[in-house]
């Protein structure tokens, strides 16, 4: 193992440590992490969402801030707002719960369209604007949001714009029998999540994600991805395609997942892994699709199978 992946090897230990049976899915938290992304976990309640957005965070040594949503949460819970200080006679900015390096956001799609979308400038930009006065976001910065599934009572779908700028979505499932038990003896045991150490710091972080930045894209790779975004623009039973910004993510996670192999180029199979996860999120079916209760990730696996693989 090369010494730039012994500390992203510490934190997979880690996290599986409490995190138990969901290897996969901690490693692709991992490649959006690294490839300096925002993470959308996508399940039913109590399936362990909080739990690895939590540890993921506590493995960095990162300032840690939580938000839960609901009904009631403004914009200015999040962002931070002005307050008048009477001795000064002057306003003066009260940071909100975004002024952390990784902010977990639970249930995200229980709050206003109003307020989820004071995250968009914050996920694009790394800024935050509040009257009129912008305020630099820490770096690293991560938005790891949890959302139950929109068929759930008291849920707001999340606008598309909001989920473009999700790099990855990620869905957890359900443990089986034999992990499910391990879980428990672990809990039992008293090996719960806040038990976790931090096995790296920001400034790791920052370097890791310069290093992914240096993997090696061939232009006939680039092409590949491309046709794949292409495909899902002009597949009819899509009506929203993949944008600009999902090639460009689909891109850094796959630089991740191939640093993350210890690898210094991008293959097509990296590109492969990590495509419904980066893109699926970002398709919108058809009406007539909807109708037919076609799959998302079905068609998009039907799109990557017909594009033409790089030799």
Same mark, same amino acid.
């Given at each position: 193992?090369?010494?730039?992946?012994?500390?992203?090897?510490?934190?997979?230990?880690?996290?599986?440590?409490?995190?138990?049976?969901?290897?996969?899915?901690? @490693?692709? =938290?991992?490649?959006?992490?690294?490839?300096?992304? @925002?993470?959308?976990?996508?399940?039913?309640?109590?399936?362990?969402?909080?739990?690895?957005?939590?540890?993921?965070?506590?493995?960095?040594?990162?300032?840690?801030? /939580?938000?839960?949503? +609901?009904?009631? +949460?403004?914009?200015?819970?999040? +962002?931070?707002?002005?307050?008048?200080?009477?001795?000064?006679?002057?306003?003066? !900015?009260?940071?909100?719960?975004?002024? @952390?390096?990784?902010?977990?956001?639970?249930?995200?799609? *229980?709050?206003?369209?109003? +307020?989820?979308?004071?995250?968009?400038?914050?996920?694009?930009?790394?800024?935050?604007?509040?009257?009129?006065?912008?305020?630099?976001?820490?770096?690293?910065?991560?938005?790891?949001?949890?959302?139950?599934?929109?068929?759930?009572?008291?849920?707001?779908?999340?606008?598309?714009?909001?989920?473009? *700028?999700?790099?990855? /979505?990620?869905?957890?499932?359900?443990?089986?029998?034999?992990?499910?038990?391990?879980?428990?003896?672990?809990?039992?045991?008293?090996?719960?999540?806040?038990?976790?150490?931090?096995?790296?710091?920001?400034?790791?972080?920052?370097?890791?994600?310069?290093?992914?930045?240096?993997?090696?894209?061939?232009?006939?790779?680039?092409? !590949?991805?491309?046709?794949?975004?292409?495909?899902?623009?002009?597949?009819?039973?899509? *009506?929203?395609?993949?944008?600009?910004?999902?090639?460009?993510?689909?891109?850094?996670? =796959?630089?991740?997942?191939?640093?993350?192999?210890?690898?210094?180029?991008?293959?097509?199979?990296?590109?492969?892994?990590?495509?419904?996860?980066?893109?699926? @999120?970002?398709?919108?079916?058809?009406?007539?699709?909807?109708?037919?209760?076609?799959?998302?990730?079905?068609?998009?696996?039907?799109?990557?199978?017909?594009?033409?693989?790089?030799?």
């Amino acid at each position: 193992m090369g010494k730039e992946q012994e500390i992203p090897q510490r934190m997979k230990e880690a996290i599986n440590g409490v995190f138990i049976g969901k290897e996969e899915i901690v @490693h692709k =938290s991992l490649i959006c992490l690294l490839a300096g992304g @925002h993470l959308l976990i996508e399940d039913v309640p109590g399936i362990g969402k909080t739990t690895l957005a939590g540890t993921l965070a506590k493995s960095t040594g990162c300032s840690f801030g /939580r938000i839960q949503f +609901t009904p009631d +949460t403004l914009p200015g819970d999040i +962002t931070g707002m002005s307050v008048y200080n009477m001795k000064s006679g002057e306003f003066e !900015y009260r940071a909100g719960v975004i002024m @952390h390096q990784i902010l977990l956001g639970d249930e995200i799609n *229980r709050t206003s369209p109003k +307020t989820q979308s004071s995250l968009l400038e914050a996920m694009a930009e790394g800024q935050v604007t509040v009257d009129g006065v912008t305020y630099l976001l820490p770096d690293p910065f991560m938005v790891i949001a949890t959302q139950n599934p929109v068929e759930f009572l008291g849920t707001y779908p999340l606008p598309e714009a909001q989920m473009d *700028r999700f790099m990855m /979505r990620l869905t957890i499932g359900y443990p089986d029998k034999e992990q499910e038990i391990l879980m428990a003896a672990q809990f039992i045991a008293g090996n719960t999540p806040d038990k976790i150490c931090a096995v790296c710091g920001p400034g790791d972080i920052i370097r890791l994600r310069g290093l992914v930045q240096t993997v090696t894209v061939a232009d006939s790779v680039l092409e !590949y991805m491309e046709g794949i975004v292409e495909r899902t623009r002009k597949e009819e039973r899509f *009506r929203l395609g993949a944008s600009p910004r999902a090639l460009l993510a689909l891109i850094r996670a =796959s630089q991740g997942n191939a640093f993350l192999q210890e690898r210094s180029y991008v293959t097509p199979d990296d590109v492969k892994y990590v495509a419904d996860s980066v893109l699926a @999120h970002r398709l919108v079916l058809s009406p007539e699709a909807k109708i037919r209760k076609e799959d998302v990730s079905g068609i998009l696996r039907s799109l990557i199978l017909k594009e033409k693989v790089p030799v």
